[in-house]
């Protein structure tokens, strides 16, 4: 069993940077690639960002890629996803989740195991 808590998330400006942090509790952190996941009213949840057990693979979604940096720490049982240049479009609840899959299986939240509760962004224009 592992339990996850977002945090980080809140109202910027667009062209802002927020740090979202998503502490997980357990011995096996280290165990499972996570996933950063979103979902904007009214659409399905999109995949963001993927790091595997030891943090040295990661992938992006196109809409992300070059503006968000997504990175672990395995010591503190803590997986980051760092936003840069935020656009309006990226406005949404962000949930961390884990899974113990093949890493080539990142984008795909039917595969995930545990998800976290969700931390709200908000961007204005």
């Known amino acids: 069993q592992v339990q996850l808590g977002e945090s980080g998330g809140g109202l910027v400006q667009a062209g802002g940077s927020l740090r979202l942090s998503c502490a997980a509790s357990?011995?096996?952190?280290?165990?499972?690639?996570m996933g950063w996941f979103r979902q904007a009213p009214g659409k399905e949840r999109e995949f963001v960002a993927a790091v595997s057990r030891s943090g040295g693979g990661t992938n992006y979604a196109d809409s992300v890629k070059g503006r968000f940096t997504i990175s672990r720490d395995n010591a503190k049982n803590t997986v980051f996803l760092q936003m840069n240049s935020l656009k309006p479009e990226d406005t949404a609840v962000y949930y961390c989740?884990?899974?113990?899959?093949?890493?080539?299986?990142?984008?795909?939240?039917?595969?995930?195991?545990?998800w976290g509760q969700g931390t709200q962004v908000t961007v204005s224009s």
């Open positions: 989740a884990t899974t113990a899959h093949y890493y080539s299986y990142y984008e795909r939240a039917d595969l995930y195991d545990y």
């Open positions: 357990g011995r096996t952190f280290s165990s499972y690639h």
